[in-house]
């Protein structure tokens, strides 16, 4: 039989040197490939955080592009700032420095997301260091050279793949049963970025059913531990901002609700839908002679804000966005308190951000990532899981590309023989998806511009949208059936 090396072996250690290389390789052959309005965002972060005392990092408004990320990733920014004005000292000037695109600014910032990125690299490590080397492999591809990230880190322009090291460090230690060291790493995410939150109420059930077993009196002083080190985790990102008095503004920045249910380029997701049942209905009414308005705010304009964008449903709060994703991801809590599973960890946590991405308030297409990535680890677990995180990439990815445009089956189960037998082969409902999402691109790329022009120019990212929505709605269905399933 041929033995596989141990996952911490010099040989493990370069294998994933090779692939971060490699991936390293293609982003710096994409830094001159497109000018994103988020390398703005962040090189004026950069200039807040160096030019200006902590006290008004939150209230600054010299551009349009103001502070809105909770305060660890503000010092993430004023520690990049430290080396910027020794490559150029314009990229960090509050006021000179405005639309500054200078090569030395791009090569800058684009320089230190790859730099960041080996700590994905080691969150990735560290998440797979027991996998088989078949498996651990899958999820480096999965993870290090997703074309989610590439193309929303290196071709656009953020940080999240060292955000998602946190992430995989967090579900890595939990999975471990090293429950403290996992609900720190899940505290020290959302005061990088608070939009991780969608997944705290899955970490508060599990840690406390898990963690805080054992009897009143043990799962009190074991409460009051797991709580002391949140608490201490928090005081350090907003401490200085409710020493300063500015707690409330920190907050507001943090949670602009004025920007209205979807985003610009909608998201596929559950508004998807009820947007175009609201303009069919519309067009039905106006046909049938009755005298309804448009909107104000149109999403077909990708205007946002507080006016209704509905011209016959009901407004959607916010409020009712996040009754939708807690009714949604009740029956995951349910299944952890009843049944706190480390190994079912990372697929909780990732049905939560897909709760949230469906049913949440102003969603990006870049936060299907957060479904994508935990994914990764349980895409390896069974033939079943990978063919879901297949086809869920499939939609994420389409989805990822409007933006840039404007059953039960267990592997412990299976013998050699029959993993054999039940090879990598798809459904007539899966293919016929695929093959709907080569229609829709088709019709987008090509048709579209041929046979209409410019009309209805929201038309392809619209199909897009509806197309991904549908794929990954059944996604979140699956998930919750695998969830309850799986004991």
Known sequence: ???????????????????????????????????????????????????????????????????????????????????????????????????????????????????????????????????????????????????????VDHLHFQYNGFLFGWLLLSISFLAQGRDLMGGFMFAVLLCFKHLFAVAAPVYFVYLLRHYCRGGLVRGFARLSVLGAIVVAVFAAAYGPFVYHGQIQQVIRRMFPFGRGLCHAYWAPNFWVFYIVLDKGIAFLLRKFGFDIPSPVASFTGGLVGDASPFAVLPRITPMTTFIMVLLALSPCLFKTWRYPRPRLIARSVAYAYTCGFLFGWHIHEKASLHISIPLALVAVESLEDSKHYFLLSVGTKGSLQSDKKATQSDSKGISRTAAEKQWFELGWVAKSYLLGVVVVETWGQFLHPYLLGDKLPFLPLMLISMYCAIGISYSWIWQLKRIIILS
């Open 1 to 151: 039989m041929k033995l596989q090396e141990s996952p911490r072996s010099p040989a493990s250690i370069t294998q994933l040197l090779w692939f971060f290389g490699i991936a390293t390789v293609v982003k710096l052959l994409l830094i001159p490939a497109y000018y994103s309005t988020d390398l703005e965002v962040h090189r004026h972060w950069l200039a807040i955080t160096h030019s200006l005392p902590l006290g008004q990092w939150y209230y600054d408004e010299t551009s349009e592009w103001t502070l809105d990320y909770p305060p660890f990733f503000a010092y993430f920014e004023r520690f990049l700032s430290f080396f910027a004005p020794l490559i150029d000292p314009w990229i960090v000037h509050l006021h000179h420095g405005l639309s500054y695109k200078a090569d030395s600014s791009i090569y800058f910032q684009r320089i230190s997301v790859i730099v960041s990125d080996l700590f994905l690299q080691y969150g990735v490590h560290i998440s797979t260091r027991n996998l088989a080397s078949l498996k651990r492999n899958l999820v480096w591809v999965f993870v290090i050279w997703s074309p989610g990230l590439l193309i």
